[in-house]
């Protein structure tokens, strides 16, 4: 399914984002496209947009904290133009790397129910369908990483979750990190230092030619 701007196919997301828009009318507000290389060997799964991140911005990860570890980290290994994402004007591009979120709308409390990530879920497939043979798919998060699954039409219980775990797919490789969000970040739970180990993985896996 190709991606819709326009996408009210969850009612409660469509609603959400309309009263969003209301209190913030400066705010992309929308389905949250995603961005990066079109024609990636890292597709960078994440939840969904963030109210005042990715939901004003309009581009995954920028303008607020979880784009801040992402994004530093993607430039030191060679996948950002520039370590910082703050607005889609700022001149970031991605190399070889793709960026984009299980579900494309901000939702209530940052948690998207089942039934939404599963209606979402036809946008990433097409996504990943595209990735040619030996990339990679990092998923930040549990819920990431069952829409990636479902994408490829697997079973959660042949793929179990867990930070830095490599499972190879019929056609790529799925790697597993915490997500880099507020929460993870500031209680210890995901350390730059993992979150570096995890991309180190990520290159190694790559052919070289071809990083």
């Known amino acids: 399914m190709t991606f819709d701007p326009a996408c009210r196919l969850c009612e409660r997301l469509a609603d959400h984002r309309d009263a969003v828009a209301a209190r ?3 705010y992309h507000a929308a389905p949250v496209p995603s961005f990066g290389d079109e024609d990636p060997l890292l597709l960078i ?35 950002a133009s520039q370590p910082e994402a703050v607005s889609p004007d700022d001149g970031l ?7 984009t979120n299980a579900v494309k709308c901000l939702p209530p409390e940052n948690k998207p129910t089942g039934p939404e ?70 209680t210890g739970r995901l350390t730059e230092p993992m979150f570096r180990a995890v991309f180190q993985q990520i290159r190694d896996l790559l052919p070289s030619k071809r990083r």
């Not at 963030?50 to 995954?60: D, F, I, K, Q, S």
């Not at 990339?135 to 699954?149: F, I, N, Q, S, T």
């Open 45 to 79: 799964v994440g939840l969904a947009p963030g109210l005042h991140g990715a939901n004003a911005t309009g581009r995954p990860f920028t303008g607020d904290h979880a784009g801040i570890l992402l994004y530093r980290t993607l430039h030191e290994f060679g996948f």
């Open 117 to 186: 990530v599963r209606t979402c879920n036809p946008y990433l497939e097409r996504e990943m369908r595209t990735l040619p043979a030996g990339a990679v798919v990092l998923a930040l998060g549990r819920v990431a990483h069952d829409a990636v699954l479902r994408g490829y039409g697997l079973r959660r219980s042949a793929y179990p979750f867990g930070h830095g775990a490599c499972h190879a797919l019929e056609a790529a490789w799925l790697v597993d990190s915490y997500h880099c969000s507020r929460y993870n970040t500031q």
């Open 93 to 99: 591009k991605l190399r070889r790397c793709r960026v």
């Open 24 to 26: 913030y009318p400066d």
